[in-house]
T-cell receptor
């Protein structure tokens, strides 16, 4: 069974501080995909990044960066120099080998950026 | 291009009533699914469809019915609403079922059962 754990529930930071969100996953598959989604206060889900199990290269996109480590089954997400617009719930999700639109989501991290 | 459209956005039901949450996509996507989001629970898969005429159960299917008569539409039916079904519902679609495929989500439907 697929499982995603996001341990921190709510994280508050002062604007311009960095914030790191932890994601630990469990799967028996050797091929899988990991995702991060953002849910702003308006409620929609915004796709941020996708990473497959064969690509452990870390990625930076603007103020966002991701650290994928298969050895520890972790796919952590960092926001550098946080801004108020980063206030949202962030979800880590896992897709199994067969996909089919079936994602296992973590419980989400509520990020609050204080101006 | 409307993407994934869900209606209604907000709905209040009385226990025992039935209703249908509508989901339509205009991207010619084969794969569609329904999730529910509860506080502290993340999103959980209710039902999914890999094409017209084909549906299957997800993690929490009880109390919900689906059908897929066309590629565009994937309605979710609550036959006898219960307070435990108070949740935010998200419809999603993707062009293929490949595990790395981008999945597009609707804006959500807020349902309250009293």
């Amino acid at each position: 069974a697929q499982k995603v754990t996001q341990a921190q529930t709510e994280i508050s930071v002062v604007e311009k501080e960095d914030v790191t969100l932890d994601c630990v996953y469990e799967t028996r598959d050797t091929t899988y995909y990991l995702f991060w989604y953002k849910q702003p206060p308006s409620g929609e889900l915004v796709f941020l990044i996708r990473r497959n199990s064969f690509d452990e290269q870390n990625e930076i996109s603007g103020r966002y960066s991701w650290n994928f480590q298969k050895s520890t089954s972790s796919f952590n997400f960092t926001i550098t120099a946080s801004q108020v617009v980063d206030s949202a719930v962030y979800f880590c999700a896992l897709s199994d080998l067969y996909g089919n639109n079936r994602l296992a989501f973590g419980k989400g991290n509520q990020v609050v950026v204080i101006p | 291009n409307a993407g994934v459209t869900q209606t209604p956005k907000f709905q209040v039901l009385k226990t025992g009533q039935s209703m249908t949450l509508q989901c339509a996509q205009d991207m010619n996507h084969e794969y569609m699914s329904w999730y529910r989001q509860d506080p502290g629970m993340g999103l959980r898969l209710i039902h999914y469809s890999v094409g017209a005429g084909i549906t299957d159960q997800g993690e929490v299917p009880n109390g919900y019915n689906v059908s897929r008569s066309t590629t565009e539409d994937f309605p979710l039916r609550l036959l006898s609403a219960a307070p435990s079904q108070t949740s935010v519902y998200f419809c999603a679609s993707s062009f293929t079922g490949l595990p790395g495929n981008t999945i597009y989500f609707g804006e959500g439907s807020w349902l309250t059962v009293v």
